[in-house]
């Protein structure tokens, strides 16, 4: 991993033109993205929520390109808010 910060905005625009998906940089986004079912908690940079596997093989190829760190969150039903289940 890099120990320099990323060009975030130089991420976010290059994200935006090669990832077919959402990208959310916003606070709102970021902060929702931060936890999962740990008590581990990691403000990412950005948020990419790709709309198929060669989009976040797009995704990672710029992070990698950018030097930023990769937080990969799966596809499991646990949020916050969700109804727990036994």
């Given amino acids: ?3 320099a910060s990323p060009d975030t905005a130089g991420l976010e625009r290059a994200l935006r033109k090669r990832a077919d998906g959402e990208v959310r ?3 709102g986004s970021r ?6 079912g740990s008590d581990y908690r990691q403000v ?11 989009a976040g ?3 990672v ?3 990698v390109r ?6 990969s969150r799966g596809g499991g039903p ?3 808010t969700a109804p727990s289940t036994p």
């Fill in 44 to 54: 990412p940079i950005g948020v990419v929520v790709p709309r198929s596997v060669d």
């Fill in 25 to 27: 940089f916003d606070a």
């Fill in 66 to 71: 950018f030097g930023a760190p990769d937080l």
């Fill in 78 to 80: 646990y949020r916050p």
């Fill in 61 to 63: 190829g710029v992070r």
């Fill in 31 to 36: 902060g929702a993205y931060a936890a999962d």
């Fill in 1 to 3: 991993m890099n120990d």
């Fill in 57 to 59: 093989a797009q995704a």
